[in-house]
């Protein structure tokens, strides 16, 4: 953890300091060492923030008192408590619930979860090069990464990973078993695979080797001069990935670019700032971070490194869009670079700084709030944890604001004099729902049906071309399968594929889920976006976004003041 600096009248704190340690070790004594550390650190870690601040110093003795107080619970509760429990799981807890009296993205993180966040935010792991998920409770292979050592031994879609190491993955979660999976360079990791049509188990020894961790997602020509791109996260990669998949897309030809943010949970804030900088001119405010201690205070302008997209530009946001994510998005529509379309983002407008503890643990504090160009914080009310992750709150634009928050919906303008809002989230300039799946469909996706039929069938036909459709053979097939596997009836089976708007999503499942096992995600996904009602609303946007791009050059006259709309299918 960050050194807070001594102030003149420390002696009086070390004194404190030395008073509380001498009581810890006493109610500690004949208890392991850790034990005796873990109070320890609390006890001066508590101390240290309270040297740091000159309004603490000034309460040596309230704090020395609530320290006492913090201790004798601690041993009333370890050593009398009606079941036996650890000085660990104690402190923690005491973390947990002080932290939760602040806001909801301060978070204490485990040793496991501080290792598990800096991995993600690497721009490489080692490992085996396979995408995983659970499918019907197993431990399942989405596919293989080209070039990796699982796609080099065969490994392929549909494959269960029975166990690792000798160790039934039906008893680990996802997070668990790629856990397993990944381990140092050039070590070996044994599996056990069951595959369809294969009567017996398969033994693999895979070498770890390392396997890029790309953010962007698809990065391919969605249609004539059309470029998309999809990023996930932002890690330490993401901005020079976004930069070279739109220096390729335009080695393609593209004209006009589609930007999906949707789901995005955000991520490093230098990388935000990259990635806006291939937007925005250079010069241009990207974010402005204001805080309590004079380190936050932070303005972040392009630094013209990147030479801005100048093409017409729409983004996708839902409200899986948060933090990093509405950065970028926030800065593209406060410049009137690009159209915002989709539906309100998550409203994250927190700045966490990740401080290091002991034995590894870290501790991501809350320390600025981040501002959009045209002054706009989009944090929402977190009054109520339940009601702010639950979004119950989402639409309620009367509700009080969050201490140094803005009212939801109060209005700000866009370079081009636009209207804007604060406070919740980022208003998408033309609002577009997604399509909601009957609760049949929904079923059968629960049952990963469609992901199961697809590379059964995969397995039977080895020879797939990229353009293939399913045919009245193969829709047979799915609905007699069905029938098999005990998930519909026959009746109920033809009456899904009677309806016309259901037979095309089947179908086109289907279709998506055996390129996705022959070519691989990025096959799958080129034939999802054919049925995405969001991405298809955004195609027909692009002429409205090239007249945003024009007025922003002086091309086109001003735009009279414009609120956000909303396309309804």
Same mark, same amino acid.
């Given at each position: ?10 002696? %009086? ?30 006890? $001066? ?63 204490? $993180? ?13 721009? %490489? ?111 330490? %990669? ?7 998949? =739109? ?14 943010? #949707? ?9 935000? =700032? ?74 994250? &407008? ?6 290091? $503890? ?27 944890? =339940? ?21 939801? &919906? ?33 079923? @059968? ?23 293939? #459709? ?16 005990? @998930? ?22 289907? #279709? ?58």
């Amino acid at each position: 953890m960050r050194a807070a600096a001594l102030s003149p009248d420390a002696p %009086s704190y070390a004194s404190a300091a030395r008073s509380v340690a001498a009581r810890v070790l006493k109610f500690s004594a004949m208890r392991p060492a850790w034990r005796i550390a873990s109070l320890s650190a609390l006890a $001066l870690a508590t101390l240290g923030g309270a040297v740091a601040g000159d309004r603490l110093l000034a309460n040596t003795s309230r704090t020395h008192e609530n320290l006492r107080l913090l201790t004798e619970v601690l041993e009333a509760a370890q050593t009398s408590y009606g079941r036996e429990v650890t000085y660990r799981d104690l402190v923690y807890a005491g973390i947990h619930g002080m932290l939760r009296t602040l806001d909801p993205h301060t978070t204490f $993180l485990s040793a496991e979860a501080n290792a598990q966040m800096r991995e993600r935010h690497q721009a %490489s792991f080692f490992g085996l090069g396979i995408l995983v998920g659970q499918r019907n409770g197993r431990l399942t292979v989405i596919t293989p990464i080209e070039g990796t050592p699982a796609s080099r031994l065969g490994i392929r879609a549909g494959d269960i990973i029975h166990l690792i190491e000798g160790e039934p993955t039906s008893k680990m979660t996802v997070d668990e078993a790629v856990a397993k999976l990944k381990g140092p360079k050039d070590t070996e990791v044994h599996i056990t695979i069951l595959r369809a049509g294969f009567p017996e188990a398969l033994e693999m020894t895979v070498v770890r080797a390392e396997i890029p961790q790309s953010t962007v997602r698809y990065a391919y020509m969605l249609a004539p001069g059309t470029g998309y791109i999809s990023v996930s996260d932002f890690s330490r %990669s993401t901005g020079s990935e976004v930069a070279r998949a =739109i220096e390729e897309l335009r080695g393609e030809g593209m004209d006009r670019l589609l930007l999906d943010l #949707r789901n995005n949970g955000g991520g490093l804030l230098d990388q935000a =700032i990259e990635v806006s900088e291939q937007f925005v001119d250079s010069g241009d405010l990207v974010v402005e971070t204001r805080g309590r201690v004079r380190d936050s205070m932070q303005r972040f302008e392009a630094d013209g490194r990147y030479a801005p997209l100048d093409l017409p530009l729409v983004v996708l946001v839902n409200a899986g869009t948060a933090s990093a994510s509405e950065i970028v998005s926030g800065a593209i529509q406060d410049h009137d670079v690009g159209l915002v379309v989709g539906t309100p983002t998550w409203g994250k &407008g927190l700045v966490q700084t990740v401080f290091n $503890l002991s034995y590894g643990a870290g501790l991501a504090l809350t320390t600025a709030k981040y501002y959009t160009p045209s002054g706009r914080l989009i944090q929402r009310d977190y009054h109520s944890f =339940i009601d702010y992750y639950a979004r119950t709150d989402a639409d309620e634009t009367d509700a009080g604001p969050a201490e140094g928050a803005q009212r939801p &919906g109060e209005e700000f303008a866009t370079d081009l004099g636009r209207k804007v809002y604060g406070g919740g989230g980022i208003t998408p300039d033309v609002k577009v729902e997604p399509h909601e799946l009957p609760p049949t469909l929904q079923f @059968l996706f629960a049952r990963s049906a469609f992901f199961r039929f697809a590379v059964d069938w995969a397995n039977r036909h080895e020879s797939v071309a990229r353009d293939w #459709r399913p045919d009245a053979d193969v829709e047979r097939q799915f609905a007699t399968w069905l029938v098999d596997e005990k @998930l519909q009836t026959a009746a109920e089976a033809a009456a899904i594929l009677a309806d016309a708007g259901n037979r095309d999503v089947v179908l086109r499942q289907i #279709r998506a889920e055996v390129l996705g096992a022959k070519y691989g995600i990025e096959a799958a996904h080129q034939v999802l976006a054919e049925g995405d009602t969001q991405i298809q609303s955004a195609l027909s946007l692009f002429p409205r976004a090239a007249t945003l791009l024009a007025q922003r050059k002086g091309l086109a006259p001003l735009p009279a003041v414009q609120t956000a709309e909303t396309i309804r299918h």
